[in-house]
């Protein structure tokens, strides 16, 4: 199993740009969630699915938009690109809602 | 306010020396608490898993322990290695009216030196 991927690994965008950010796990987990980290700081939940059809907002979400069209697939989309949201963003996965895997994360700058 | 706090916010020691991180939380309702070790540049990965009514629980050279009446936990890092030079994550599940929810705290930086 390859596990959580995501891509692209480090980008750098313009105020204004939008951009999706991938993540997809092999392991037909039914949780998927999206986390930004700021330096030295914890993980903040941004959105999260429970299963194909279904997001929810998590602490925060604005800025950001998800779908969850297979099991797979969970891709994160900044419309409006802004300085605020550069941040290392990880995507994550669990089978229940206990132990979560997680990608290697994506680098974001907005400058 | 749901917060997990960590100290130290960074440490150093030397490579085969012990060491211990804390973890203090005001999150309620409490569902459980969990120790990730997250490398550099990569995901955080699970090193322990605690409930309510456990005290104590290992994993390897990782101890965690959790007084849930003073809302503490810790981690103990026995003969440590230059591996386990990372951050250490502690994150508290609970729940709301939006169903189960984490809370991260903040890390602990840990550098082993040779």
């Known amino acids: 199993n390859a596990g959580v991927t995501q891509t692209p690994k480090f980008r750098i965008l313009k105020i204004g740009q939008s951009m999706t950010l991938q993540c997809a796990q092999d392991m037909n987990h039914n949780y998927m969630y999206w986390y930004r980290q700021d330096p030295g700081m914890g993980l903040k939940l941004i959105y999260y699915s429970v299963g194909a059809g279904i997001t929810d907002k998590g602490e925060v979400p604005n800025g950001y938009n998800v779908s969850r069209s297979t099991t797979e697939d969970f891709p994160l989309r900044l419309e409006l690109a802004a300085p605020s949201q550069t941040s290392v963003y990880f995507c994550a996965s669990s089978y229940s809602a206990e132990t979560q895997y997680f990608g290697p994360g994506t680098r974001l700058l907005v400058l | 306010k749901n917060q997990v706090e960590q100290s130290p916010q960074s440490l150093i020691i030397l490579e085969g020396k012990n060491c211990t991180l804390q973890c203090n939380y005001t999150v309620s309702p409490f569902s459980n608490l969990r120790w990730y070790k997250q490398d550099t540049g990569r995901g955080p990965v699970s090193l322990t898993i605690?409930?309510?009514?456990?005290n104590t629980k290992s994993n390897g050279r990782y101890t965690a322990t959790l007084d849930a009446d003073t809302k503490q936990s810790s981690l103990h890092i026995t003969a440590s290695q230059l591996s386990d030079s990372a951050s250490y994550i502690c994150?508290?599940?609970?729940?709301?009216?939006?169903?189960?929810?984490?809370?991260f705290g903040g890390g602990t930086r840990l550098m082993v030196k040779p």
């Open positions: 994150v508290v599940r609970y729940r709301n009216n939006a169903g189960n929810m984490l809370t």
């Open positions: 605690m409930t309510f009514s456990e």
